[in-house]
Each structure stands twice: as C-alpha cells, then as structure tokens.
C-alpha cells in the first residue's frame, strides 16, 4: 500500500504526517529527504490530524483520537502502547514503563523502543524521562523534548 505524506508548519517547525491507508503511521519532524519512495497527498485523514495537532499546540486538545497504523516489533507495541497511557502534563521514567510492560529489566529496551517510536506527539515518547527526572534522549533533540513538556505543563 502507498504511503500519503504532507507537511505542515507549527511554531516547533516543520512536521511530516504520513497516511498508510490503515492510519496515521508516521508522524516525524524528520527531513522530507526522509519520505522519498512517499506519495506527496493530503488525505482526510492527514488533514484531520494536522487539525488535531493545532488544537495541541494551542493547549487546547490533551488526547488524540485518529486511527493509528503501528507497526514495530512485539516489545515496541507493548512500550508504545503504555506511553499511550501516561497522562497529558505527567511524565514517567523508563523504569516506571519497564515495569507497567513486566520488564522491569528492560530499561534500555524500553528507551531502544522509545526512540523508535514513528508516532511522535500523539505517541507521547515526550514525557518519558531518566531516574532522576532528568530530560534525556529524544530523537528530535532535546529542545523539542523540554518544549512538548512545557507546553503541557502550561495547558494542564
């Protein structure tokens, strides 16, 4: 199935949202150099979730409710599935998510998965955090990280 991609600007800067034709599958601020075997196509459901993701960036939506296409390993399923359900303004270490997933081990693991996650925002790999609380890894920079956990903490 062909891949649907558009790009959008935010005041975070530019976000790619990818549609497979199941659901959203990729939601990036990656390089459109990135998305070359890509069909460049606003489908309804990019559309959508552009407008859902305005909403966030105002403050003014704390869930997102558009069908997601997740396709990862066993492992990353379960860990994306729990960032799923840290709450919006909250955060959790990588430890807390091992634990909820009963691996409690599998702090790397999770962080590995974490940082795989292609649904950024909506998927929230932002709120996860170190031990100690401390703003650590995040594909998209540090930066984006802190500004995605200050927005929520204004919004909460």
Same mark, same amino acid.
Not at 14 to 26: L, R, V
Not at 68 to 94: C, H, R
């Given at each position: ?40 196509? =606003?489908? *309804? ?5 552009? !407008?859902?993701? @305005? ?6 939506? #704390? +869930? ?31 430890? =807390?998510? *091992? ?5 409690? !081990?599998?702090? @790397? ?6 940082? #795989? +996650? ?39």
């Amino acid at each position: 199935m062909d891949k649907k991609i558009w790009r959008y600007s935010y005041d975070i800067g530019e976000i790619s949202i990818t549609d497979d034709g199941i659901g959203i599958s990729e939601v990036s601020f990656k390089n459109k150099d990135c998305f070359n075997d890509y069909i460049e196509e =606003e489908t *309804a459901l990019i559309l959508e979730t552009s !407008k859902q993701l @305005r909403e966030y960036f105002k403050g003014k939506r #704390k +869930n997102f409710d558009v069908p997601l296409s997740m396709k990862g390993t066993e492992f990353q399923n379960k860990v994306w599935d729990a960032l799923k359900l840290i709450p919006y303004g909250k955060t959790q270490t990588y430890k =807390e998510i *091992a634990e909820k997933i009963n691996s409690p !081990k599998a702090c @790397r693991a999770v962080g590995l998965a974490n940082n #795989k +996650n292609p649904i950024c925002i909506i998927i929230p790999c932002h709120r996860v955090v170190g031990s100690n609380n401390s703003l650590v890894g995040y594909a998209f920079g540090l930066h984006v990280k802190k500004y995605l956990l200050d927005l929520e903490k204004r919004n909460i």
